[in-house]
């Protein structure tokens, strides 16, 4: 069974800067579409970011660019969001997600990890 295990959350004032980290258990990290998604309280999830499995194009939601960047490192199995200029709005449970689009369809998920952005 595939894991993924998040950390970097916590609680930071409007305008820091916090750093999530993903790392995905077993030997297909490099066929895996990677994403961010967040989840507000009493709001639906959203995607926040999303970085395809060979690594060249990435997405962002119209919330955040300019503020947060996602990136991977395969040979380490894990993906990154640094998120700088956070805003309250930003506070959220993040979860991240790994997907492969070909072959045998998987669509894993983290258990969460909490950001708290304050005024």
């Known amino acids: 069974q595939v894991q993924l295990v998040e950390s970097g959350g916590g609680l930071v004032q409007a305008g820091g800067s916090l750093r999530l980290s993903c790392a995905v258990s077993?030997?297909?990290?490099?066929?895996?579409?990677m994403g961010w998604f967040r989840q507000p309280p009493g709001r639906e999830r959203e995607i926040v970011a999303g970085?395809?499995?060979?690594?060249?194009?990435?997405y962002y939601a119209d919330s955040v660019k300019g503020r947060f960047t996602i990136s991977r490192d395969n040979a380490k199995n894990t993906v990154t969001l640094q998120m700088d200029s956070l805003k309250p709005e930003d506070t959220a449970v993040y979860f991240c997600?790994?997907?492969?689009?070909?072959?045998?369809?998987?669509?894993?998920w983290g258990q969460g990890t909490q950001v708290t952005v304050s005024s």
């Open positions: 970085i395809r499995w060979t690594g060249n194009t990435t």
């Open positions: 997600n790994a997907k492969r689009e070909f072959g045998i369809r998987v669509n894993y």
């Open positions: 077993g030997r297909a990290f490099s066929t895996y579409t």
